[in-house]
């Protein structure tokens, strides 16, 4: 899946972070009209797409022979494959706006179905429009707030999208072709940024079309509150989910519930796009928090706060974990050869010959080789040398995305089957972290390339082997 909009990303401002009140809340950047020359921006948050993968790259000589490895995964592990390029990329910020463009509700109509078209004339008029029968609708007329800022998130490539979000297959890959059609919706979800401190971000279902208008049609789920206003909800719904304890090496995932168009917060509904509500959870919220998980039925996002990226590591952290790991000359334990985890700038085509590879039942790394096959239990299984395990046998890649890591621990622990490398709290967070797909199912997967976990764990402990000198 792949989000188009703001490409700047940047820190908050650290006395913005230090202001009472402010923890827990959404900062974001763009330049605003309360910055005062110098200063940097202020930033609601940040936006990061979960697993978007795509098959490809060259095969090496090794995976050429007999006994064939894997084909290297090009992947959105940090940035598209292709290169994040303008409005084309893997995470988003959103900034204050020059000037706010935020709305509220403000009048309810009760009209004649036939006329709601004619009633919705006005372009520059937001409105929401709920269709009762043939014969009766009601518009709700939405009114200019000027202390929040709106972003709309959907398929549609229209302007008043301001991050376009496209499908990715089960367990990575984009969805391409004219027979791959989208789930997610064109006017998908808004979200609206409180102007001012603690910038309080909070997540509403569906989005304004060109005509600034959002239709919930005959078929759709909708109803009237007790305090006698509408509600509704998307076809395919827009679920959320607050992880338990913040987004740290504490947390654990928090449970799924779906956001209506009035932003009020449902237990699911039987299947994803059935026509009965789930039960209104007064007890919770829809104001996004670090960690905070949206799945538009296609595509899932995890918003970050500027307060929790200061917490997780940096590309430079990351980078320093990588050569630590190198320094220490793992080898392989049959072929005696020193492995070495490339460098990201290098690209992902293909594992190159020091690459690490590693049984993702046992743990145990070694360097490629093309013995062990167990043909009758298929192509990617293989026979550990040292342990006996069959399994799957894959190259490992340092997780490069930053900002789905829960804490600056060293890599220790690969997601299976896929073999993305992470600290051991962040593994098993997202192995104990069911993901939606489809119309009612759950899947843990890897949140750097989307595969989804296999094995008891759904992640392994590696087993390096030091130099023998």
Known sequence: M???????????RTSDLQRPGNQGSCVLSSPGEDAQPGEEPIKYGELIVLGCCEEGGEETEAQRGEVAGPRAHSCYNGCLSSGDKGRRRSRLALSRRPHANGVKPDVMHHISTPLVSKALSNRGQHSISYTLSRSHSVIV?????????????????????DFVVTDTSPGGGAAEGPSAQS?????????????????????????????????????????????????????????VMHPAGGFSEDSAPGVWREISVCGNVYTLRDSRSAQQRGKLVESESNVLQDGSLIDLCGATLLWRTPAGLLRAPTLKQLEAQRQEANAARPQCPVGLSTLAFPSPARGRTAPDKQQPWVYVRCGHVHGYHGWGCRRERGPQERECPLCRLVGPYVPLWLGQEAGLCLDPGPPSHAFAPCGH????????????????????????????????LTGEHGCVRLIFQGPLD
């Open 183 to 239: 789930t997610i919706s064109r006017y998908a979800c808004r979200i609206l940024c409180d102007r001012r401190p603690p910038y309080t971000a909070r997540i509403y279902a569906a989005g304004f079309d060109a005509s600034s208008n959002i239709f919930l049609g005959e078929r759709a789920a909708k109803w009237r509150t007790p305090d006698g206003l509408m509600d509704g909800l998307t076809t395919n719904g827009v679920l």
């Open 2 to 12: 792949v989000l188009e909009g703001n490409p700047e990303v940047g820190s908050p």
């Open 421 to 452: 490398v992470c600290s051991e709290k962040t593994a098993r967070y997202w192995a104990q972290t069911p993901l939606p797909h489809g119309t009612h199912a759950f899947h843990a997967a890897c949140p750097f390339c989307g595969a989804w």
């Open 141 to 161: 007329e939405y009114t200019h707030d000027s202390d929040t800022d709106m972003f709309q998130i959907g398929r549609s490539t229209e302007n008043m999208i």
